[in-house]
């Protein structure tokens, strides 16, 4: 739209020099024309006059004839004074036209974002001038692609006119309202400065505005938005100054992504911090796209015990990033990140392999589990995926346990049960992380095809110290029994906690207890020292466990 306005400005820019040009000539012609006719005709009319009364011969042909060019001439330049009188007025008809697509928005018949730069430099302008504050809103409708894609682009339009409507029957005269495109609105909105809560009570109309849902072609649509709020005053402090409308937007949107981040259906004022931290979000961002082309991200190790033996039988691979600019970064920083960029596959089957290359070297006995991403099975093809890496590495199967979460249950179920049907016919075990702390249910232990439970830390931690909390585990130890499905107990901290879990019967636990997790070099050394490499024959004793015994090097199953 913004390119066919420019075009339209410019083919009008060069047709308005072009005519003025023209119209230098005709005025030209014009004026010669009437000094002509006023020379002429006082030479010619008293001729003519003389000869009617019979006392002369009549004009000079000549300038009768130039007398006569003059009249015609004349005729001519007001007839073209018309049509220029009608030409200005299409030309401003087209120049009105070509400035409403540039300013207004088609559908909704608000600004659009080019003109809501200007109108809002303007309005903060003379509100600052006046000693008014300035709060320029960010309005973005919630899960609106849901509404097209179940209703249709008509009805789409339909709700964002009714919107538009809504949005400018609430708001106050001063106000100014845009449709910046798709389904985001802003307004900008002139307040005194003492009365800093009217901005929250118009954003609570709105909210109670659209709390009841809208009825469009017989159709009950609900509408929820996320609004982002930044404001100024004459007294605005430096953090806060913002300089020119373009600022204003920028970090509306800021708070806006932030209400979304947060649950959506709610609204955020702008704090200086929010502009850092998406900056700093931002450098993640590029880090781990860079990252993954350079291979900073690595694998780290957490042992998993057998409790009641005290023997190791395995790791759980754990995702870092060694960023040459932040260190060793642990995954809670990156990982939301990846999934949001959509790299999260990319960086799983790069540690994958690495694990799989690490793992190659240990005892054939010891095991490794990998967290897998919700966002990775919801690729229909991630189990063909994942069994196309375990050959193209000559990786046994059954040495790999992935671990899903209860979050992943969200997802179609059928769909995740092919996958795990899939992966266990070749194999690989599948366990279900966090159990305890999601929506899983009997009925989906019952359909799903787990191979184990792992508690999560949340409910170890209490162990010993909360009867409640110590019923809910041993209650899951035995449901895992009565299903066949052994156990894992993770975030063992301390040798109370373990006595607690060895009392319930034969668990697999990990945790700082038995130490924090290591790098493939460390774990190497590890293994080492305990025999359990892949080239050891396994006749090494092994050194004491955390608990003070001393067990046989050999690798076990719990």
Known sequence: MMGLSHSVFKL???????????????????????????ATGGQVLPDVVRALSGHGSGPDRLLANALVLNVALIIFGWRRY????????????????ARRLAEIDPLTGCFNRRSMASVTNAL??????????????MVDLDNFKQINDMHGHSTGDKVLNRIADALRDTLPEDAVLARLGGDEFAFVMPYKPDDEEAIDRQIGEIFKLFATPLLIDMVRID???????????????????????????????????????????RFVWFEPNMENELRFRNELEAGIRRGLNHAEFVPYYEQQIDLETGRLVGFEMLARWNSPHLGLVKPETFIPIAEEIGVIAELSEQLMVQAFADASEWNPELTISVNISPLQLRDPW???????????????????????TENCLHEDIGAVRTIMTSLKNQGVRVGLDDFGTGYSSLATLKTLPFDRLKIDRSFIAELGTDDVTSTIVDAIVTLGKGLQMPITAEGIENKDILDVLR????????????????SAEQVKKRLQMLGLLAANDGRHAAPALPDGGSHPPRAAEA
């Open 12 to 38: 009008a820019e060069t047709t308005r020099l072009g005519r003025a040009e023209r119209d230098l000539v005709t005025l030209g012609i014009a004026i010669a024309a009437i000094m002509l006719f006023v």
């Open 503 to 518: 009392r319930m019967g034969r668990i697999k636990g990990q945790g700082y207890f038995y130490g924090r997790p290591e």
């Open 223 to 265: 509408i929820t938005m996320s609004i982002g709020i930044v404001s100024e005053s004459p007294t605005v402090g430096p953090d806060l100054d913002t300089k020119d409308a373009e600022t204003l937007m920028h970090r509306a949107d800021i708070a806006m992504y932030r209400a979304k981040k947060q649950g959506k259906n």
């Open 82 to 97: 018309r049509e220029l009188t009608l030409e200005i007025g299409e030309r401003r008809k087209a120049e009105q036209t």
């Open 124 to 137: 903060r302008h003379d509100a600052l001038s006046a000693g008014q504050s300035l709060a320029f809103v």
């Open 382 to 404: 991630f189990a063909q995926k994942l069994l196309r890496l375990i050959v193209e590495n000559n990786f046994p199967a059954h040495r790999l346990e992935i671990e899903i």
